[in-house]
Nanobody
């Protein structure tokens, strides 16, 4: 059974950095897609970044250039490094995983409970 657990959230000043980690998935599988999403109160969940088992990554336009998604195979975590954070409404950041490539159709089968991120101006 897979239980994803996010960590690293918190409150940071505008321009600061945070590193989110997601543990609990076997990233050594042959085929997988790992991703981070965020959701602000009253808004739809939106994708932030994703990575496939072939190493390809995608980023939302809103964060491109300020966010780096990577796998730490030693810790078996999916890490989201966020720099130059902009002030915005608090949001929950969720990690998700599924045993298929990101570009293949279908939803994510595994989700974490989320970690809160607040960027103050």
């Amino acid at each position: 059974q897979v239980h994803l657990a996010e960590s690293g959230g918190g409150s940071v000043q505008s321009g600061g950095s945070l590193r989110l980690s997601c543990a609990g998935y076997s990233w050594s599988k042959t085929s997988y897609c790992g991703a981070w999403f965020r959701q602000a109160p009253g808004k739809a969940r939106e994708g932030v970044a994703s990575i496939s088992s072939d190493g390809s990554t995608t980023y939302a336009d809103s964060v491109n250039g300020r966010v780096t998604l990577s796998l730490d195979l030693a810790k078996t975590t999916l890490d989201l490094q966020m720099n130059s954070l902009k002030p915005e409404n608090p949001a929950m950041y969720f990690c998700a995983a599924v045993p298929r490539m990101c570009l293949r159709p279908g939803g994510f089968g595994y989700w974490g409970q989320g970690t809160q991120v607040t960027v103050a101006s």
